[in-house]
């Protein structure tokens, strides 16, 4: 019963979206109709992201709808950093760390094995933000580095924990492909080692608040809610 009630709350949402998009001054719809159905900042995508997770019923689902969501937030920061969005592109990154961070809590607390998509996209989304950090500001490089270390070290410890069946040497390996995308010049791995550095606890300029649980994203602020 408590479903069905809040997937009527969901339908009567989206009959108020659709009204008011209809209804508005031209002007407010003079935006690009791939970012209404692709942006995560986008209304429409922030409504079916909600409905995406509402009807995952199995950890797997919401793992892969996890990685899913947190990949829209990455291609949209390269985008932005590719025209200077400095603030956006971080506040970006800062919800795709937020977004896999809540993605390897579900892997752990469930004790099931890291999906071989996690893995291999975790590594392909580091060598595009090493990517990314060239259109950035180096004043931002230690920013967008925590929130690697953070990413790639929560599949390293999903990978080495005991409880979820899998063997050790798989995190060794993971942890060897990231350093294989990585810029010589990064600080994530201590030297030698496959070891991350822990660290800071510096914050994105216009400020990243997470509330553990939504899938909004605001300029200027994280707010993920799954």
Known sequence: MRK???????????????????????????????????SPDSLIVRIQERIEYFFAFSTEQ????LEKQAERRLTQAEKLA??????????????????????????????ITVP????EQTVQQQARIENM???LPESTKEIVENSQKTVIKTVIDNLQDENSGTIENEATEFAEEVKNVLDPGSNIF?????????????????????????????????????
């Open 82 to 111: 590719k025209i200077n969005g400095v603030d956006q592109t971080l506040s970006l990154i800062k919800s795709y760390e937020t977004l896999k961070k809540t993605q390897g809590d579900l892997i752990k607390a469930a004790s």
């Open 116 to 119: 071989a998509e996690v893995k």
């Open 4 to 38: 069905f009630y809040q997937l009527l709350k969901f339908s009567i949402f989206i009959i108020f979206v659709i009204f008011v998009i209809i209804f508005s001054p031209r002007q407010t719809l003079a935006f690009s109709l791939n970012d209404i159905f692709s």
């Open 133 to 135: 950090k060239e259109d």
């Open 62 to 65: 919401k793992v892969i709808i």
């Open 190 to 226: 201590a030297p030698g080692t496959n070891e991350v550095i822990p660290g800071t606890l510096e914050v994105a300029p216009g400020g990243s608040e997470i509330a553990p649980g939504s899938l909004e994203v605001a300029p200027g602020g994280t707010n993920v809610k799954p």
